[in-house]
């Protein structure tokens, strides 16, 4: 695991309370646990909720001579993980993808003792890329893929990439990206209290039907699309539009809603402290991702917190997290008046609405952390230290 992070430290708590386990998280550095600067935000960072407690881990020292914390290959260089791996004696060894000189250290210390790998990550083959990365790519995947024990595929595309690649099915089991559902529940008698508190000192009354984005603001988020396309609603609407996080673009976002708004309710509330963000995600109703990503976290967040969805078609989770017209609409990527047709059409259907968002609860449901232990339990029944040998 790169680093501690609000998404993960959930499901390590709560394998850590399965009997089924023995779990032991070894972290490739301490960003998070200490203040980081993000260089997409250009902020530093700190996450205010407790992500190291109710499961064992040990931070590796990390031999790295690069220290800009970019994300190259080179970033995390931890000689200690076959030492780490040799003294444990795990069942199996789970690493989050490749894309560090680490994974590949703990991919030939698993070799040397004789420990199953199992793989989890957002690899996937739908995004163009140059051939040359391609045929890069695909000469390390020839190699890593052939030693790993299982696959635990996150979603669909995921499932597909690994089959794509050679990866016998019957090494494939699913552990999906989730979160915590208890904690994103909104609609405890203190999320309701709260919804209806931030909506009072926001001007909105209950039967405003609520949209938020919940994104970096950076370029490759394509958060402008939604701030146009909201623009071009009609202001009779009883509508608005919550605008949770920051960035580079959060200044040009704010000028273009300034100069085309128009009395439109379009709210910037800025970076939200992860021990509220459930609170004022419980706010909305809808989600808007337009981004252009391999998996989609928000919407992890949106559907477990009772929001319907408006996707762009090039969130690749869109296809686990997203049934079209249950739980929400899908739009083509950055195409600003489908996604304003999509934002009109839901805010003329507030019980609709609601149904939507009652479907998105019960999806995120079906695939909560008991389903994540559950393919990580049969992985290891099938492929572990010891059925392997």
Known sequence: MESPVQYHAPLFQFLAKDSRFRLKVMYMSQRGVKPFYNPQLKM???????V???YDYVFLNNHSPITDDGGSFWTLLNLGVHKTIAQEKFDAVWVHGYGYATCWLALLACQATGTPLFLRGESEDFFPRAKWKNQLRDLGLSVFLKQVAAALYIGSYNREFYLNHHVPEER?????YNVDNDWFNVQTPERLEFRKQIRAELGLDENTVVFIMAS???PDRYPMDVIQ???QVPKDLNAALLVLGDGVLRPELEAYTQAYGDGRHIHFLGLIPQSKYPGYMGTGDILIHPSSETWGCAINEGISASLAVISSDQVLGWRDMVHPEVNGLIYPFHNVEALAKCIVSLAQQPERVQQMRQASRKLSEEMDFGVCADGVVAASERFGRVNHN
Not at 44 to 50: A, E, N, S, V, Y
Not at 172 to 176: A, E, G, I, M, R
């Open 172 to 176: 494939l089991f699913y552990v999906p």
């Open 229 to 231: 396309a909201f623009c």
């Open 216 to 218: 970096k603001h950076r």
């Open 52 to 54: 190291l407690e109710g």
């Open 44 to 50: 530093t960072l700190q996450w205010d909720i407790p």
